[in-house]
């Protein structure tokens, strides 16, 4: 295993990797580097820290993204990536660990798992100011993001499409949506506040949302839209969402066509126009227990 050291042994990270053999570590002192192209297997990538090893400029080979990954058991840490006309960091292959990546100023997403990037793990990585969604995973799943951030994306802080993805201690903090999930995934101990539409929206089935904080959303706290469900919504702490009022919004609401979910044990206050709403027939077709709120409608589905 060689340590390669960029800019003192190769000019630029790209040459660095076309030098490595799988297993190598590269090593990018402060400074501002143009984007790479990830093309070997299990190397180790790693700068200075965010905001003192900077990507920019000119894109990786055969992407307008900062950092393309396109080999598998990649390591890569310790960046910012920024302004560039696609996304910041682009994923196309599993296995790959990020950590205490900055991503921000790109045209399209922060971070975005494409097709077959699977099994990925996005730790401490912080997404602001993307032109889309801070973190976007539609054609990927088991991938597991801890402890990132996702702050004044023009879009969602969180998409994702594709199934089985997990979202654990994360904060989503002032985008149009906070997450916008699909079906069979896993939300627990995140924080969403201040998003300028729904704190969080499932439009699939089958998504556990666990003691999850959501606060001060201009629209609905929780939404669940029409399908056939499942979701279990259980133990959320959700206040104070609805703060445009428009009309009809609530701090937790089912929309009508959905069935078969489980919303239990959650807190609800101070949210416009009521804390938790299931429009009729969707107070009948789901289980309602153990909700503590002020209000609610009906009024059979909520304990004060």
Do not use: W
């Not at 905001?51 to 055969?62: R, V």
């Not at 396109?70 to 840490?77: D, P």
């Not at 990585?125 to 402890?147: K, P, V």
């Not at 993805?165 to 506040?193: D, K, P, Q, Y």
């Amino acid at each position: 295993m060689t340590i390669r050291i960029v800019p003192t042994q190769f000019a630029t990270v790209q040459d660095a990797i076309t030098a490595a053999n799988p297993g190598d570590s590269i090593q990018i002192l402060a400074g501002v580097f143009d984007g790479f192209q990830v093309t070997k297997e299990r190397l180790n990538i790693f700068g200075c820290g965010i905001g003192k090893t900077i990507i920019a400029g000119t894109p990786a080979q055969g992407s307008n993204s900062g950092i393309f990954v396109n080999a598998n058991q990649t390591i890569l840490q310790g960046m910012t990536v920024q302004g560039f006309s696609e996304n910041g960091v682009l994923i196309l292959t599993s296995h790959n660990i990020l950590k205490h990546i900055e991503s921000k100023f790109n045209m399209r997403h922060g971070f975005d798992g494409d097709v077959a990037s699977n099994n990925n793990l996005i730790l401490k990585c912080i997404a602001t100011f993307n032109g889309i969604s801070g973190f976007r995973f539609n054609d990927s799943e088991h991938n597991c993001l801890i402890d990132c951030q996702s702050k004044l994306n023009d879009s969602s802080g969180y998409q994702s499409e594709a199934p089985n993805n997990m979202f654990i201690a994360c904060s989503s903090v002032e985008n149009s949506t906070g997450f916008n999930i699909s079906a069979s995934h896993t939300l627990f101990n995140n924080v969403v506040n201040k998003e300028g539409g729904d704190g969080i929206r499932l439009f699939g089935s089958s998504n556990n949302i666990i003691q999850n904080k959501v606060s001060n959303s201009m629209e609905n706290g929780v939404r669940v839209l029409n399908a056939t469900s499942l979701h279990v919504i259980d133990s959320n702490i959700i206040r104070n969402n609805g703060v445009v009022s428009p009309a009809n919004t609530a701090g937790i609401k089912v929309e009508a066509l959905s069935s078969g979910s489980t919303i239990r044990f959650n807190k609800a206050n101070g949210n416009i126009d009521v804390d938790i709403e299931a429009m009729a027939p969707a107070n009948t077709n789901n289980t309602f227990d153990g909700n503590k709120c002020m209000n609610s409608i009906p009024i059979t589905i909520c304990n004060s």
